[in-house]
């Protein structure tokens, strides 16, 4: 039985990592706010879909790179808070989600959020300096290695782990995951060679990403950094820590 779900685990690997959904179950009218729905294309030549969310006196720009599971319409809650605080926000599905044409992989990924940026600075005319890099979980991953050649105003990575192959040893403990790995998502590599202020939100109770992973990556910032502390799960910890999430948020915007 071990040999066969290793074996299984290696084969069809890129099952434990998306979870991609096609159906999209609401819109940010949804919420009253006012959006517009936008395509764009990769380098590849992969057509993705994307929302922009425009907020009143806008701070700046919310380029969000979401988790792994679902899609854009799962993360309305979040884009609800920024644009409270007076950010606009900028989301968009990995090839393979909602509307995005492609299947999910991870150079794939990379190249769904080069994209992206390059449609909010090329098209939509928006300065780099007021670009605000986000990722949850594995988009947090894939924001550190945007931001790595970017002069964006700031990377916000929210439980994130180190990388793939950390987390797998961490959740498959009697597995050889390190050596089974096809992904990297190595998000402490990437972020030791961003140049821009850094905000880490991690939780201690988060069941899938240990806090200390968070820990390190905070360590391995060579900019200005912060680290905001929530309480709650992986996926809820910022609902359920509501009041402290968004004071942070707020602060560190302010800050910058």
Known sequence: MYIIFTILLFVFQSHFVYFPSREIVATPTDIGLHYEAVFFETKDRVKISGWFIPAERSRGVILFCHGNAGNISHRLNKIQIYNRIGLSTFIFDYRGYGESA??????GTYFDAEAA????VSQRQISPEKI?????SLGGAVGAWLAQDRRAKALIMESTFTSIKDLGAHLYPYLPVRLLS?????????LRKVHC???IIHSPE?????????????EATNQSKDFLEIRGSHNEGFLQSAEVYEKGLDAFISKL
């Open 102 to 107: 492609g299947k999910p992989s991870e150079q």
């Open 117 to 120: 940026w390059d449609y909010l």
């Open 206 to 218: 988060d069941e899938i990403v240990p806090n200390s992973q968070g820990r390190q990556l905070f």
């Open 197 to 199: 202020p850094v905000l």
């Open 182 to 190: 096809r992904f990297s998502y190595n998000a402490l590599d990437y």
């Open 132 to 136: 605000i890099i986000y990722g949850e």
